[in-house]
C-alpha cells in the first residue's frame, strides 16, 4: 500500500525473473551493526526536529495570546495554558541547551537572603583550636602550678570496675574506715583511746583526729544536746562569737561539709556544741547568765537604733508637710502673709519666744508668748 510507512533498511523486492537474477548473499554481522546504528541516528534526529517544532510552535502561541489583550472575565485557550509543549528531556523551557553543555540551571538564580549576604563558610577541619587564649597542660605539662590534674575524673587507663574499687578506697582511708582504721593493742591498753562517755574502743576517727573528741556513734545519737553540730550562723548567732573566732582552728576546731544550699558556695563549717559552749561560757561571756544579758543588752540596742532612724524620718516628713502646705496655701491666695506678719492686722508681728521645753519626742519646742506660734529647736 502506498500509505504504508517505510521501514528500515526496505524489505527485499521479489525478483521478477528468478534465471536472470543472482539471489543476494546474506548481510554479514558487522553490516547488520552499522544499518542499526544508523537507524538509531536517524530515528534521534527525527525526535530533535519534532521537539524544535513543537517548542517552536508553542512560543509563538505565548506571544499571540499576550499581544491579543484578553479581556476581563474572558478564558485563556488550553493550548495557551498547556504544558504539554514542553519538552520532556528539559527542566526549564527558557533553556535551549542542556546542563551538560552550560546552559540555564534553576540553582543559579537562586540568591541568599539579605541577613545571609555576609555569611562566611568556615572550613572546620583546617582550623586550630587556641582554648580562647589561656594556657593549658599542652603547653606547659610539666608546670603544676600551672594545671592541676583533676582528680574525679577517671583515668583512661583503668577499667569502670578498678575506678570504683580506687573510689571506694579512698573514701575509706579519708574516713578512717574499714582497712584504714587506726589499729588496737592488746598489749598497751593504756594508749588506746576510748569514749569519753561509754569507755568504747569504737570511736569516730575522723571527729578525733579533726575534733580532737573521742566519741563513739552511739553516744553521738544518745547525747545530741553535746555531741550534735552547729553551723557558722547559729554559732554567730546564738552564742555571740565573731568570725576570727570561728576561723581559728585551734580555737574551735570545725568540720568541712559541701554547701547544700548550692554547690559552688563555700564549704559549710560546722563546729561541736559542747565546744562551743565551753568557750562561750567559760573563757568569753563567764556565764550563760551573762550570755543571756549581752543577748538582752544587744536586742534593745538594735529596737533604739531602729526607732530612732524611725523618729528621724518621721520628723523630716512633718517639715517637708508643713512647708508644702505652707507654699500651697500661698499659690491658692489663701490667709497668712510673709513670714513673721502680723495676722489680721497688716503690721509685721514680733514674736517674743519662751523658754524651750522638750517635748515627749526629745526636742526642744519654744512658744510666741502672743500669738502662740510653736518652733522646734535642734541644737547641733
Known amino acids: 500500500m502506498a500509505s504504508e510507512r517505510p521501514s528500515t533498511p526496505p524489505p527485499p523486492q521479489a525478483a521478477t525473473n528468478s534465471r536472470s537474477t543472482v539471489p543476494a548473499s546474506p548481510l554479514t554481522p558487522e553490516q547488520v551493526k552499522r544499518i542499526e546504528i544508523s537507524r538509531l541516528k536517524a530515528k ?37 495554558i498547556s504544558t504539554s509543549n514542553v519538552p520532556a528531556t528539559l527542566r526549564d523551557g527558557r533553556s535551549k541547551d542542556g546542563p551538560k553543555n552550560g546552559g540555564f540551571r534553576p540553582l543559579d538564580e537562586i540568591q541568599p537572603a539579605r541577613n545571609f549576604t555576609k555569611y562566611v563558610e568556615y572550613d572546620f577541619s583546617k582550623m586550630t583550636d587556641t582554648k580562647g587564649g589561656f594556657l593549658t597542660a599542652e603547653d606547659d605539662p610539666h608546670n603544676k602550678a600551672l594545671y592541676a590534674p583533676n582528680t574525679d575524673d577517671k583515668p583512661a587507663h583503668m577499667t569502670l570496675k578498678e575506678w570504683e574499687r580506687h573510689q571506694l578506697l579512698r573514701s575509706l582511708r579519708d574516713r578512717r574506715e574499714g582497712p584504714f582504721e587506726p589499729g588496737l593493742s592488746v598489749l598497751k591498753k593504756e594508749e588506746n583511746k576510748m569514749c569519753r562517755e561509754c569507755g568504747s574502743l569504737e570511736i569516730d576517727w575522723k571527729w578525733e583526729e579533726i575534733l580532737s573528741c573521742a566519741i563513739c556513734n552511739t553516744c553521738k545519737e544518745k547525747f545530741p544536746e553535746k555531741y550534735s553540730l552547729l553551723t557558722k550562723t547559729e554559732a554567730r548567732e546564738d552564742y555571740l562569737l565573731t568570725d576570727p573566732e570561728l576561723k581559728d582552728e585551734e580555737l574551735l576546731p570545725h568540720l568541712e561539709r559541701p554547701n547544700p544550699h548550692k554547690s559552688t558556695w563555700n564549704n559549710m563549717m560546722l563546729f561541736l556544741r559542747y565546744q562551743v559552749e565551753e568557750y562561750a561560757f567559760g573563757k568569753k561571756w563567764g556565764s550563760a547568765e551573762a550570755l543571756d544579758e549581752e543577748f ?64 515627749d519626742e526629745g526636742i526642744g519646742v519654744k512658744k510666741c508668748v502672743e500669738c502662740g506660734m510653736e518652733v522646734e529647736e535642734l541644737e547641733f
Open 44 to 80: 534521534a534526529l527525527r525526535d530533535q526536529r519534532e521537539a524544535e517544532s513543537r517548542k517552536q510552535d508553542s512560543v509563538a502561541s505565548l506571544k499571540r495570546s499576550d499581544s491579543a489583550n484578553i479581556a476581563a472575565g474572558q478564558k485563556r485557550t488550553h493550548a495557551a
Open 296 to 359: 538582752d543588752k544587744r536586742e534593745k540596742d538594735k529596737k533604739r537604733r531602729k526607732e530612732d532612724k524611725f523618729k528621724s524620718k518621721l520628723q523630716e516628713l512633718k517639715k517637708k508637710t508643713r512647708v508644702d502646705a505652707y507654699r500651697r496655701s500661698r499659690k491658692a491666695g489663701g490667709g497668712g502673709g510673709g513670714f513673721g506678719d502680723e495676722m489680721g492686722r497688716g503690721g509685721k508681728h514680733t514674736h517674743v519666744w519662751g523658754r524651750a521645753v522638750e517635748n
